[in-house]
């Protein structure tokens, strides 16, 4: 089973979600069985989610970020619970661009995935290098440090879903090249199964300027399991020839 998932970052009003979720109904979903699509919107979307989720088919959603608390006094942040209760079934944890603008730490992505966990909710932690870090060999050094502190809360025995995501080929037009692809991939399922000890399936999407065009190629490589898909899951066609790419 692949899972294919669409980063619409902060982009869509209501009505535009709406009128996806239109189009998306009228395409034929494969079953669950091979494939999963995952829609991760921006928060102002999360009833808009809800209310049309008959139009989802076999698709799931998910926030884009959430807070470590289910309810306090945490102004402007997003409880896991309320996500849960609204329908949704998954979150991103530490997107590059939430590291960045800012500053996650990977200790508070911990958290973050601790609680997505606690409620159920399935946490989808994206990681990855620099170009600079590339150049210089910290590949599997800072990949190992991302999983390490961020997954280090995490219950083993429950599934992991891990999103690779080169910063230098986000939203660049850059796709990184097989070889670097099954290079990253091959670190991070050896880290987890034999440093980590997890026990349950794991899961390594590949995410940076996937686009219908090469999503096929990239889903060949060996321990791509899925793909994370910014500009080019906006349009509902350009995401499902993506979807299709991974029957
Ligand atoms: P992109 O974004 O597909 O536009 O490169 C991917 C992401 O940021 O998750």
Redesign the pocket.
């Known amino acids: 089973m692949k899972i294919i998932a669409a980063?619409w970052?902060m982009y869509k009003t209501t009505q535009e979600v709406e009128s996806y979720l239109k189009s998306w109904s009228h395409f034929e979903t494969a079953s669950p069985q091979q494939v999963t699509s995952v829609f991760f919107v921006p928060n102002w979307c999360w009833s808009t989610m809800q209310s049309n989720s008959p139009l989802l088919n076999n698709s799931q959603w998910g926030a884009q970020n959430i807070y470590p608390q289910n309810e306090g006094a945490f102004t402007g942040e997003n409880s896991p619970h309320v996500l849960k209760q609204m329908g949704a079934s998954w979150t991103l944890v530490g997107?590059?661009?939430r590291r960045t603008l800012i500053n996650e730490s990977n200790s508070f992505l911990g958290q973050k995935i601790k609680s997505a966990q606690g409620n159920q909710l399935n946490p989808l932690l994206?990681v990855g290098e620099s170009l600079p870090e590339r150049e210089l060999g910290q590949l599997q050094a800072k990949l190992t440090e991302q999983l390490s502190t961020g997954l280090s809360l995490a219950d083993k025995s429950l599934p992991v879903y891990i999103?690779y995501?080169p910063i230098w080929?986000?939203?660049?037009g850059k796709v990184a090249g097989p070889q670097d692809i099954l290079e990253a991939h091959s670190l991070i399922h050896a880290y987890l199964k034999n440093d980590m000890l997890f026990k349950g399936p794991i899961y390594v999407l590949y995410?940076?300027?996937?686009k219908p065009e090469n999503a096929k190629e990239i889903l060949s490589i060996k321990g791509v399991d899925g793909l994370?898909?910014?500009?080019?899951?906006l349009a509902p066609d350009s995401f499902y020839k993506i979807c299709q790419a991974a029957i």
């Open positions: 980063n970052k997107h590059s661009e994206c999103a995501e080929a986000i939203g660049t995410g940076g300027s996937v994370l898909v910014g500009g080019a899951s």
